[in-house]
């Protein structure tokens, strides 16, 4: 992506547990241009992360947002949270190869992270490839097809 591009709109949400780590990664996102919709938690309060994936994926899935980010503690509830809607394909990341990968073969459109698991450089560093990464088709096509079951082909 060139620098006169636009950038895709990113949703983010977090838990208490993952929300220094979210305020880092949105003001990164800021800075080099993305639209940021940020939709909490603000502080270190307990709130409870279903509540922030759902919000979160609700943006990606409405076209909102292209791409969305959660974080929670370990990233393991807001991926489960947020892999209930069908339409996304979240994925729990604790590196930048896990983040390429996530993209070009799944074509993972939410990211997870856990702050309690990753710290601030190598989680921005993920986001970054995450984001500069494209799905790659081919024989992926064929396998994200069958992620639904209800869209599995007839025996
Ligand atoms: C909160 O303590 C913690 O359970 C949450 O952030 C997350 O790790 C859940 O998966």
Known sequence: MTDTETKPAVAIGADHAGF??????AEALAAIG?????????????????DFAHAVCRAVISGQARFGVLVCGTGIG?????????????ALVHDATGARLARAHNDANVLALGARMTGP?????????????????????RRLA???PA???AR
């Open 78 to 90: 807001m991926s489960i949270a947020a892999n209930r809607h069908p339409h996304i394909r979240c």
């Open 20 to 25: 220094p780590l979210k305020a880092a990664l």
């Open 151 to 153: 869209l599995e082909p």
């Open 34 to 50: 993305h639209a940021v919709l940020d939709f909490g938690t603000d502080g270190t309060a307990s709130v409870d992360y279903p």
């Open 146 to 148: 069958k992620l639904t």
């Open 121 to 141: 450089e190598p989680a921005l560093d993920a986001l970054r490839v995450f984001l500069a990464t494209s799905y790659e088709g081919g024989r992926h096509a």
